[in-house]
C-alpha cells in the first residue's frame, strides 16, 4: 500500500510537470470515454435496467397472434379472462390498454397518455401508491364511482406535487367525471421503456371477442421458467381454438398462437426491438472504434515522453530498480490520466446525451430518458481503467527495455516502429468507420429522394380533438366545418383539410370485399386506410391518376362514394377500368369508386406498393382529426393564426401543437437518420484524431532527425527534396493503414446492408471518396512538419544534439 500510494503521488506531479501532455490526452480521453458512457446509457435504460416492479425476473407479457401472421399481437377481454382463468403456471394475469386522454379540471383542457388496467395490475406487480392508493377490484364492482391514478411524474409536473389532488374530481374526454385516488410511487411509467403513462383509468369491458386491443401480463409461479410457462398457455392456445374457432383462426385457416415473453426482452415493443438492438450494436460499436484511435493517440505521445525520460528510467534501472516496479510507476501515470479524462468525459456524455435526446429520439418517445446511474457510472470507471492499459502497457514496456547503452545514447528505432504501427491502426480504423459513415450519408441521401406519394413540405399540422366539447355528432361536425371555413379564408393558406391519420404516421386496417374479386385461400383482405375531407388530396399534393377527389357532393352523410390507390386497382381490378365499380367495407354498404389517387408510401420506405382506401369523413366521422394546412408563404407563419382560429373554433380543447409535417415523415428516416448522424459525428472525430496522431508522429520524427537532415543538406539536397521525402514517408504508413482499413470495411459493411437504402455496402465511389479524403487530410497534417524541417539551417543541423 505505501508504494501504491508513492506510484499515485509520484504519477500526480509528473502529469503536472508535463501539463501540455496532460492536457492534450484528457481532452483526447474524455472524446472516447464520454462518447461510449453517452451510448452506454441508452442501452442501459433501455436493455439492461428492468422495470421498477417486484420480482421483475418473474414478470412475463403474454401475446396473441394477429389475424394476418405475425406473432405478437393483442388480445381481447374474453380472452384475458379465459388465459386467467386456465393458465396453471402463473399466480395472476392482468390487462392494460394504452390510450391518448384528454382531461378537464374546472375550464383547462389538457392531454395525458393514458392506461385502462385490469383490477389487478397494480397489485400484481407490487406497484405502490405513495399517494391515496392503486386501482383495484373493488373498482370493477357494479355502480362503483368512477376513478383515475397519477403517475408521480404527471403529478408534480401538472399539479405541482399537491397532495391535495387526491379527492379532486378530474372530467375525461367522454363528458364523464372520475376522482382521482392516487398517485403511483416514483419510478413506474408503465410497462414499456418508450411512452410513459400519466394516468391509469379502469379497464372498460368488452364482450367481444374480436375486440382484440389488450396487453395481457402475468407473474409466474415460483420455480416456473418461461419454458415451462410457455407449454402452459400453448394448451391454453389450443383449447381456445377448439371453442372459438372463428375467432381463434388466423387469415390461413390456423389456430392462432399465444407467446410469452419475459420482461427483459418486452421493456420495447417486439416490433421495435430489433431495430433498437441493431442501432444500439451499430453505434456501440463505433464509439468504442473512436475509443481505440484516442488510445492509439496516446500511446503515441507517451512513447515521445518515454523517449524524453530515457536517461531517468536508465538509470533507475541502473541502481537495481526491477522492470516490474518501472512498470507498474508507468501504468499509474496511465491510470491516473484515465481517471481524470474520465471525470471530464461525464461532462461531455451529459451534453451528447442530452443532444442525442433532442435531435435523434422521437418528442412522444416520452420514456426514453437515460440517466448515469451506478451501472453506468462502473462502466465508466472499467472503461477508465481499460483504456489506460491499452494506451500505456506499450508505452510503458518499451521505455523499461533493460538495454541501457542503447537507451542512454538514442531513442533506438524500436519506438518509431511502434509509433509507425499505431499509425497505422488508426489510420485503418479511421478508414473503417469513416467508409461506413458514407455509406450511410448516401443512403440517407438517397432515402430522402423517394417518392413518398405526398409533398410535406409546406404543410403544418395540429391534432384536434372535439371529444372534450359540449354537445353530441352534430354539432362536432358543424365545429370541424366552420373551422375548415375559417381556415380556407385566412391568409398565408393554401388548402387546408382534416384527416384521421396522416402517412408514415401509422395507418389502421379494416376488411374490404372489392366487387367481382373472389379472395384467394388465407388471402389476406384488411387493408390500410384514412378517412379524410375535401381538399385532403390537394393540400398533401397526392395526384389524383383516374376519376376525381372529394368533392361537396362527398360531405353528404348519405354519400356513398371512396378513392383508392393504384396498388389497390392492381391487386383487385388488373387490367379494368375501377372508376364506379364497388366495394363492401365495415357495414354491408356498397362505396362507389370516384377517383384512384397514385400509390405512396403509408407506414415505411421499405415497403411493397400497398393497397389504400380514403374514406369521406362524412360517412365516417370521428371526433379526434389531425388537421393539414398547406402554407402558401412561410409555414410557420401561420402557427400563431392557426393556433387563435382553433381555440375560437373550440375553446374547451386543449390547445394543439403545431408541427411541420416535415417532422411526422422524417420519423420513416429514422434509422437511417440516426446510423448516419452518429456514423458521422464518430467518423469526423476519428478523422480528426488521425490527423492529429499524424502530425504528432511526423512532427517528432523531424524533431529526432535534425541531424539527418542537415547533412542531406549539406550534401546538396533541396528544400522540396526534403519536404517530398517527410510527406513521402508519412503517406507510405498512411497508405498501409488505409488499405487496411478498406478492406475491413469490405468485408464488415456486408452486415449493415438491411440499414442501407438502394445503396450497395461495397459501394466504389464511396470507398474512392473516403481514400482520397484520408490521404489529402494526411498529406495536409504532414505538411507543417514537412515544410519545418526544410527551413532547417544544415550547419544548426549538424550541431543537433
Known amino acids: 500500500m505505501p508504494t501504491l500510494w508513492q506510484d499515485l503521488v509520484y504519477g500526480a506531479r509528473m502529469l503536472l510537470r508535463h501539463r501540455g501532455l496532460t492536457l492534450v490526452a484528457v481532452l483526447t480521453l474524455a472524446l472516447g470515454i464520454g462518447a461510449n458512457t453517452a451510448i452506454f446509457s441508452f442501452i442501459n435504460s433501455v436493455f439492461l435496467v428492468p422495470l421498477p416492479v417486484r420480482d421483475p425476473g418473474r414478470i412475463a407479457t403474454l401475446y396473441t397472434s394477429d389475424f394476418s401472421g405475425p406473432l405478437y399481437g393483442a388480445s381481447s377481454y374474453p380472452d384475458f379472462e379465459d388465459i386467467r382463468r386456465l393458465a396453471t403456471a402463473f399466480e395472476d394475469v392482468a390487462a392494460s390498454r394504452g390510450a391518448s386522454l384528454v382531461l378537464r379540471e374546472g375550464d383547462e383542457s389538457f392531454p395525458a397518455r393514458g392506461e385502462a388496467v385490469s383490477g389487478s395490475f397494480f397489485s400484481m406487480l407490487g406497484v405502490r401508491a405513495a399517494l391515496g392508493r392503486p386501482i383495484q377490484e373493488a373498482d370493477f364492482a357494479e355502480g362503483a364511482a368512477p376513478v383515475v391514478v397519477l403517475s408521480d411524474a404527471f403529478w408534480r409536473r401538472r399539479f405541482g406535487a399537491d397532495p391535495s389532488v387526491v379527492g379532486r374530481d378530474l372530467h375525461t374526454s367522454n363528458g364523464k367525471s372520475a376522482r382521482v385516488v392516487g398517485v403511483i410511487a416514483p419510478g413506474f411509467a408503465g410497462l414499456t421503456k418508450i411512452w410513459r403513462a400519466d394516468i391509469w383509468t379502469p379497464l372498460a369491458r368488452d364482450d367481444k371477442r374480436s375486440s382484440r386491443g389488450l396487453r395481457l401480463i402475468a407473474r409466474l409461479k415460483p420455480g416456473v421458467d418461461v419454458v415451462a410457462a410457455q407449454a402452459n398457455v400453448d394448451v391454453i392456445a389450443q383449447q381456445l381454438h377448439d371453442s372459438y374457432a372463428q375467432a381463434w383462426s388466423n387469415v390461413r385457416g390456423e389456430p392462432r398462437r399465444l407467446t410469452l415473453l419475459p420482461e427483459k426482452l418486452s421493456r420495447l415493443p417486439p416490433a421495435m426491438r430489433a431495430l433498437g438492438v441493431r442501432l444500439g450494436t451499430l453505434v456501440f460499436g463505433v464509439s468504442c472504434l473512436v475509443i481505440l484511435i484516442a488510445c492509439g493517440n496516446i500511446a503515441n505521445l507517451l512513447l515521445a515522453r518515454a523517449a524524453e525520460r530515457r536517461r531517468e528510467i536508465a538509470i533507475r534501472l541502473s541502481m537495481g530498480a526491477t522492470r516490474v516496479r518501472l512498470v507498474r510507476q508507468l501504468l499509474t501515470e496511465s491510470v491516473l490520466l484515465s481517471l481524470t479524462a474520465g471525470a471530464a468525459s461525464l461532462l461531455f456524455a451529459l451534453w451528447l446525451k442530452t443532444l442525442m435526446r433532442t435531435h435523434l429520439i422521437p418528442a412522444e418517445m416520452t420514456g426514453l430518458d437515460p440517466r448515469l446511474d451506478g451501472r453506468v457510472l462502473a462502466f465508466t470507471l472499467l472503461l477508465c481503467l481499460v483504456t489506460a492499459i491499452v494506451f500505456g502497457l506499450a508505452p510503458a514496456l518499451e521505455a523499461t527495455r533493460p538495454q541501457l547503452t542503447s537507451a542512454l545514447e538514442s531513442g533506438g528505432r524500436r519506438r518509431a516502429r511502434i509509433r509507425a504501427a499505431l ?119 397526392i395526384p389524383i391518376r383516374r376519376g376525381r377527389p372529394f368533392g361537396e357532393d362527398d360531405e353528404r352523410a348519405d354519400a356513398r362514394t371512396v378513392i383508392v390507390n393504384e396498388a389497390f386497382v392492381a391487386r383487385y381490378w388488373p387490367g379494368q377500368d375501377p372508376i364506379g365499380r364497388r366495394l363492401v367495407s365495415g357495414a354491408d354498404t356498397a362505396l362507389e369508386v370516384v377517383g384512384v389517387t397514385a400509390t405512396g408510401k403509408y407506414r415505411g420506405l421499405r415497403e411493397d406498393p400497398m393497397p389504400y382506401v380514403f374514406y369521406p369523413h362524412a360517412q365516417r366521422y370521428r371526433p379526434g382529426m389531425m388537421l393539414v394546412v398547406r402554407a402558401s408563404s412561410d409555414p410557420s407563419a401561420i402557427a400563431r393564426t392557426l393556433l387563435h382560429e382553433i381555440h375560437a373554433a373550440a375553446p374547451t380543447i386543449p390547445r394543439p401543437e403545431v408541427r411541420p409535417l416535415l417532422l411526422i415523415a422524417d420519423n420513416a428516416f429514422y434509422e437511417i437518420r440516426v446510423a448516419s448522424t452518429m456514423l458521422g459525428l464518430f467518423g469526423t472525430v476519428a478523422l480528426a484524431l488521425t490527423i492529429i496522431g499524424l502530425y504528432g508522429v511526423v512532427a517528432y520524427g523531424v524533431s529526432t532527425r535534425q541531424r539527418e537532415i542537415g547533412v542531406r543538406m549539406a550534401l546538396g539536397a533541396e528544400r522540396r527534396d526534403i519536404r517530398r521525402m517527410i510527406v513521402g514517408q508519412a503517406l507510405s504508413v498512411v497508405w498501409i493503414g488505409l488499405l487496411i482499413g478498406l478492406a475491413a470495411a469490405a468485408g464488415t459493411t456486408r452486415f449493415v446492408v438491411h440499414l442501407l437504402h438502394d445503396v450497395s455496402p461495397l459501394d466504389p465511389l464511396t470507398f474512392i471518396a473516403i481514400a482520397a479524403l484520408l490521404v489529402a487530410a494526411s498529406a495536409a497534417s504532414s505538411w507543417m512538419p514537412a515544410l519545418r524541417a526544410a527551413r532547417v539551417s544544415p550547419s544548426s543541423a549538424l550541431r543537433y544534439e
Open 423 to 541: 499509425l497505422v491502426s488508426q489510420v485503418a480504423l479511421s478508414a473503417l468507420l469513416l467508409v461506413g459513415s458514407g455509406l450511410f450519408l448516401r443512403s440517407l441521401s438517397h432515402a430522402y429522394r423517394i417518392d413518398l406519394g405526398f409533398d410535406p413540405q409546406g404543410v403544418v399540422t395540429a391534432n384536434v380533438d372535439l371529444s372534450p366539447t359540449a354537445g353530441g355528432e352534430p354539432q362536432r361536425r358543424e365545429t370541424h366545418r366552420l373551422l375548415l371555413e375559417r381556415l380556407r379564408t385566412m391568409p398565408g393558406v393554401s388548402s387546408v383539410a382534416l384527416a384521421s391519420n396522416l402517412p408514415l404516421a401509422g395507418t389502421p386496417r379494416a376488411g374490404v370485399r372489392p366487387e367481382g374479386y373472389a379472395p384467394q385461400p388465407g388471402e389476406d383482405m384488411e387493408v390500410a386506410y384514412s378517412v379524410v375531407t375535401r381538399g385532403f388530396f390537394e393540400t398533401m399534393h
